[in-house]
C-alpha cells in the first residue's frame, strides 16, 4: 500500500511513469477520502424490479451499505420512487384502461415524450399499479405485476427496520428528478423531500442520508434547508438543466471542483469520466483535492454495460467481468460507486480492502 504521506496526483502520475497505461496495475495507487461504500442503483435492479420494496431489501441483504430512491412527485404532494416521471416503462399503467385519458405529451429539461407522469395521478392511483422490468431484453420478468411503487417514507422506514435487525446502518441517497421542471409547474421536491428527512431525524451531516442531483441551483437551495451532506451528479460533455454551469466538464476541472466543493460533499460521475482510453484521468485526485468525496455510476454486469476490455464474448446480455471494472476504478481511490448488482459489489470490495 502506498504511503499516505503520498499525495493523490503524485501517486497517479508515479503509476503511469511505472506501469504505462495499464489499468490493472493502477490499483491500490491512490487512497479514497472515505471508506468505499456499495451503493445500490434504485435497489437490486439487476434482479428485481427497480425503484421498488423487494429491489430495496434484496440489496440490503446482498450486504449493500445504502440503497438509491429516485423521487418524483404525486398530483396530491407525496414523492414516489421512480427513476422518471413517466411510467409507461416500469408499470403497467398502460394495461389499466381506466387510465387511458391520462396519456400525455410534455417537454421536460428540453426533451419531449409522450406516456404517463405520476404528476398527474395521486398516491392511490399509482398504488394500483405494478413495476415491471425497465430492460425485458437484457433481465428477467419474472418478478413484473408483483410489486408496487414506494414512498420516499416507505422507503426510510425500510432503511430503519432493515438497520435495528441487522445491526448496522443502512442509509439512503435520493435523487431530485428535474427539480426545474417540477418547480416550473407548482410542485417543487426540495420542501418535501427535506421535510420527510426532517420526520425522520435525519438533518446533519452525520445522518445516513446523501442527496443528490443532476442540477446545482436546487442542490444549493437544499442546503439552505438542511445539513445533510450533498452530491453534484455529472455526465458527460452536457450541462446541467437549470443552466447554473457552462458545462459539466468545465465543473470537473480543479477550479470548478473548488466551486462545487462550496455547496457539495461529493460528486457523482459518469464513470466513463474515470477514463481516457486505458488511462486513469485525474478526476479523483482533483476532486479529492478539492476535498470532495467520488462516487461514479453505474457498475451493471452485463455486457453491454462493461468498458470493451471488460467484456467477455459477444453477447450483450451476457455478465462480463463487472468486478474487474470495479477493481479499477477503486485502484483509482474512489469512496464509493453505484451498482445494479449488490452482491458483486460487496464482494469486490470487500477482497479488494483485504489485499489493503
Do not use: C
Amino acid at each position: 500500500m502506498i504511503s499516505a504521506r503520498f499525495p493523490l496526483r503524485t501517486t497517479l502520475i508515479a503509476a503511469v511513469l511505472i506501469f504505462g497505461q495499464s489499468e490493472a496495475m493502477s490499483a491500490d495507487l491512490a487512497k479514497p477520502l472515505s471508506s468505499p461504500i456499495v451503493i445500490a442503483h434504485r435497489g437490486a435492479s439487476g434482479q428485481r424490479p427497480e425503484h421498488t420494496l423487494a429491489a430495496y431489501d434484496l440489496a440490503i441483504r446482498e450486504g449493500a451499505d445504502v440503497i438509491e430512491p429516485d423521487l418524483v412527485p404525486t398530483k396530491d404532494g407525496h414523492l414516489v420512487a421512480r427513476h422518471e416521471n413517466e411510467i409507461s416503462g416500469t408499470t403497467d399503467v398502460a394495461a389499466h384502461p381506466e387510465f387511458a385519458d391520462r396519456k400525455r405529451t410534455k417537454t421536460i429539461d428540453g426533451q419531449t415524450e409522450t406516456g404517463w407522469f405520476t404528476e398527474d395521478f395521486t398516491l392511490a392511483e399509482l398504488k394500483t399499479l405494478r413495476a415491471r422490468e425497465r430492460l425485458p431484453q437484457l433481465r428477467s420478468t419474472a418478478y413484473d405485476g408483483q410489486f408496487q411503487i414506494p414512498t420516499l417514507e416507505e422507503i426510510i422506514a425500510l432503511a430503519k427496520q432493515r438497520s435495528k435487525e441487522l445491526g448496522r446502518t443502512i442509509a439512503i441517497y435520493p435523487e431530485t428528478k428535474h427539480p426545474t421542471y417540477f418547480a416550473s409547474i407548482g410542485m417543487g421536491t426540495d420542501a418535501p423531500l427535506v421535510a420527510a428527512l426532517d420526520k425522520a431525524g435525519w438533518k446533519t451531516a452525520d445522518a445516513p442520508v446523501f442527496i443528490q442531483s443532476f442540477e446545482v441551483n436546487n442542490l444549493k437551495h437544499i442546503k439552505t434547508m438542511t445539513g445533510i451532506r450533498l452530491i453534484q451528479l455529472v455526465a458527460g460533455e452536457g450541462g446541467p438543466a437549470d443552466d447554473a454551469a457552462p458545462s459539466y466538464a468545465a465543473m470537473m476541472t480543479p477550479e470548478g471542483l473548488r466551486q462545487v466543493a462550496t455547496y457539495a460533499w461529493g460528486i457523482g460521475p459518469d464513470k466513463a469520466m474515470l477514463w481516457k482510453g486505458d488511462t486513469p484521468t485525474t478526476l479523483v485526485a482533483d476532486a479529492h483535492g478539492a476535498g470532495l468525496r467520488v462516487h461514479p455510476w453505474t457498475y451493471r454486469a452485463e455486457n453491454v454495460f462493461v468498458r470493451p476490455a471488460f467484456r467477455r464474448g459477444e453477447d450483450p446480455k451476457a455478465h462480463g467481468d463487472v468486478a474487474g471494472e470495479i477493481r479499477a476504478a477503486l485502484g483509482q481511490g474512489i469512496d464509493g460507486f453505484f451498482t445494479d448488482f449488490p452482491q458483486i459489489g460487496v464482494d469486490t470490495r470487500n477482497a479488494y480492502l483485504r489485499t489493503r
